[in-house]
């Protein structure tokens, strides 16, 4: 019998938190050894935290991090459990992004990392360097703050697996299971049983089953335990690393841990018998392989991970492991719970008191608040579980004083204490808005202000006329478009100058000190268009809402409805998209669409092929032409096409400032490091939409229009 339980983690760990990140390592460890777990696998980088960034460059973070392995070994906590723990390396003058395994006080192994991640949000290669040595290693020499504690002067440091009594471990590090040649793959060939994988992956709708796909074709052909290792939680970003620890053996996953999460510190373990992996592997062509494959460097360690044939009688008593199906949740559950989580870090982590939103009585902004009702939800859940970190965090921040018992049992009422909207109306308002504004700030609880703003507008009127002369006025006015753009953004900026204002003093208006974060709610199809005021509602402290696609926050609206039980978001849902800036008659009232020129899912369209299949203007007409040719006319998808991109150029700028968004789609225009663009465009295109016209006036027109036409 070779059965061992093995176990990956989930930590939620903050970057330069280094106190707070060694307690929870080590709070791993001793839930593992509670388990009776022989092998313990963290996410990547755990001690400094995987969003240390340019700080990966200084010399502190490696010296704290020297520091924090020192403590780590020190402790009896990590006797007698294999442990593989990740941090920044200083090998030879370069920095290194590395996995420590360690056992008993003792350095078995630094495994560098081999294939970096360097696209999307990832950019590896500005702060490490990978290691192309493969199969080879050299002596690190230690520092002396950890020879004291080893008594080691120097380790293996290079492309090894470490062997045990009974098995074989090879490191595999995030990226590399996504790489064509991944390395687990020359390593099973040698013998290798168990391949961990220490990952700093973040969420992105719909992208957990990608991951999943990989760890279980990593040990479906191949035969093996996979051990995956996750970040979990908003480490100091915009990204939310969502966990999901899992255990793979040959093809199948047998353990996973959650994807959403408020604790600290998820462990999942399983018990498995590597005589399941021999037996999987029993194969001619294989074996032919695996025959003529290069040998890595076996570091020997003395020690078993199993407890041996004498215990055999003990192991069988272990309930088997009964099939397990892994859990994925609906894009809308996602929405639901990914910038939830990602909300309640970054509330506690800031230690302030709450947040502050502006509701408009639109879909985004309803958006935005339901997602911080699904975020008290989840603290009274964690609280009825006993997280008591959670309820900790939540006496600090709704005021209440040292000692007291105070455990949040209700959503509404949670809500009410952290919640702020505001309706901020003009004589551009409708009453519908004010009304479903209102009534969805009283279904989950926040504490609601409502306001005109029309004495401040017209102030600013009032001034531009005294120093210029004139008076501004709307276009249905007889206003120019100039006046009429002008006098819709300084209602929109003054929003913003109102919420801030509000946000720092409303806690002293309730008795309470501190002050609040404000939120934003401009969607990621907005802000690509860039279909926003520059310095309006959208400038906030950050916005849960901000890489979420219109189609997809109707469809999350339209399932709160039914899971939150609010009958209030279905006027939400029917309610016409308008920013309410300009006035209305009996034959004029503002919508979105028709401002843009495009709808919301059109826009979806246009932005997953300018930054996920990379296309440019023209290579984008000629895919279009071909999915959309049934329903309108060449010309017409080149006129959508070009008034796209000229608007997205001419607003490109707005993405300079664009409030730090909750990434969750892979066509975000985010400007900060996911996408990497001028901001200074040749807005008309001239050569490229020059090809486009050419290639549209030869195209014949397949739409429907010309059929019903004909």
């Not at 098995?167 to 391949?195: A, Q, R, Y």
């Not at 407890?307 to 609906?330: M, Q, W």
Request: hydrophobic letters at 40%; one cysteine or more.
């Amino acid at each position: 019998m070779g059965h061992l339980i093995t176990l990956a983690t989930s930590l939620n760990q903050w970057a330069m938190d280094f106190q707070g990140n060694l307690e929870r390592i080590l709070e791993s460890i001793v839930v593992a050894k509670s388990r009776g777990a022989t092998v313990r696998v963290g996410p990547e980088l755990e001690i400094p935290g995987y969003g240390c960034l340019d700080h990966f460059l200084e010399g502190d973070t490696v010296l704290h991090s020297w520091e924090v392995l020192a403590s780590i070994l020190s402790s009896d906590k990590t006797l007698g459990i294999l442990c593989d723990i990740g941090m920044p390396v200083m090998h030879k003058n370069v920095i290194y992004n590395c996995r420590v395994i360690v056992h008993d006080r003792k350095i078995l192994l630094i495994r560098p990392k081999m294939w970096l991640a360097n696209d999307g949000n990832y950019r590896e290669l500005r702060y490490f360097t990978p290691w192309f040595k493969r199969r080879q290693w050299e002596d690190h020499y230690l520092p002396r703050i950890v020879q004291a504690v080893t008594g080691q002067i120097k380790v293996p440091f290079g492309d090894c697996v470490v062997s045990t009594v009974d098995t074989c471990i090879g490191v595999e590090l995030c990226e590399e299971l996504f790489t064509p040649e991944s390395p687990h793959i020359l390593m099973g060939l040698d013998g290798v049983e168990i391949f961990t994988n220490s990952s700093g992956s973040h969420h992105e709708l719909r992208k957990l089953n990608t991951r999943v796909e990989l760890i279980k074709e990593a040990t479906l052909k191949l035969g093996g335990v996979y051990l995956y290792a996750n970040q979990q939680g908003c480490d100091g970003d915009r990204l939310y690393y969502d966990g999901c620890a899992m255990i793979a053996l040959n093809g199948r996953v047998i353990a996973q841990g959650s994807q959403f999460s408020l604790s600290d510190v998820e462990v999942v373990s399983a018990t498995i018998d590597i005589e399941d992996v021999r037996a999987h592997r029993a194969r001619s062509s294989r074996s032919m392989q695996a025959a003529g494959s290069e040998r890595y460097h076996r570091i020997e360690a003395p020690i078993a991970l199993s407890s041996g044939k004498f215990d055999a009688i003990e192991e069988l008593n272990r309930p088997a492991a009964l099939p397990y199906e892994v859990r994925y949740h609906t894009p809308e559950e996602e929405i639901a719970l990914g910038p939830a989580c990602w909300l309640w870090d970054y509330l506690r982590r800031s230690r302030t008191q709450g947040y502050f939103l502006p509701l408009s009585g639109g879909i985004d902004s309803c958006a935005t608040a339901v997602i911080v009702y699904s975020m008290c939800r989840l603290v009274v859940d964690a609280a009825r579980c006993g997280n008591t970190q959670v309820v900790e965090d939540a006496r600090r921040i709704v005021g209440e004083p040292e000692g007291s018992d105070y455990v949040p049992t209700d959503a509404r009422e949670l809500c009410g204490r952290i919640m702020h909207t505001c309706y901020m109306g003009t004589e551009n308002s409708t009453a519908d808005t004010r009304g479903r504004a209102k009534e969805l700030a009283e279904a989950i609880g926040s504490y609601h202000t409502d306001l005109n703003m029309d004495t401040i507008v017209t102030a600013l009127r009032t001034l531009f006329q005294v120093v210029t002369g004139l008076r501004p006025r709307f276009r249905v006015h007889g206003g120019s478009d100039a006046e009429n753009l002008a006098l819709q953004n300084i209602q929109a900026r003054l929003r913003m100058v109102i919420a801030y204002f509000f946000a720092q003093l409303l806690p002293w208006v309730r008795g309470r000190s501190g002050g609040l974060l404000v939120l934003g709610s401009a969607n990621v199809d907005e802000s690509l268009r860039g279909y926003l005021t520059k310095y309006d509602c959208s400038s906030a402290d950050v916005n849960p809402i901000g890489g979420i696609s219109k189609a997809d926050l109707k469809r999350f609206i339209a399932w709160a409805q039914e899971n939150f039980q609010l009958p209030i978001l279905s006027r939400f849902l029917t309610a016409v998209p308008t920013a309410e800036l300009e006035p209305f008659t009996e034959t004029y009232l503002q919508a979105d669409e028709a401002d843009m020129g495009m709808t919301y899912d059109e826009l979806s369209v246009l932005g997953r092929l300018r930054k996920v299949e990379k296309c440019g203007p023209y290579s984008i007409f000629t895919k279009l032409v071909h999915e959309w040719g049934a329903r309108l006319s060449p010309w017409q998808i080149a006129e959508k096409v070009k008034l796209f991109y000229f608007e997205y150029a001419r607003n490109r700028h707005k993405m300079t400032t664009l409030t730090p968004s909750y990434h969750a789609e892979a066509y975000s225009p985010d400007d900060n490091r996911f996408d990497m663009r001028p901001f200074l465009y040749p807005s008309r295109f001239p050569w490229q939409f020059r090809k486009i016209d050419d290639v549209a006036a030869a195209l014949p027109d397949r739409s429907e229009q010309k059929t019903k036409t004909d």
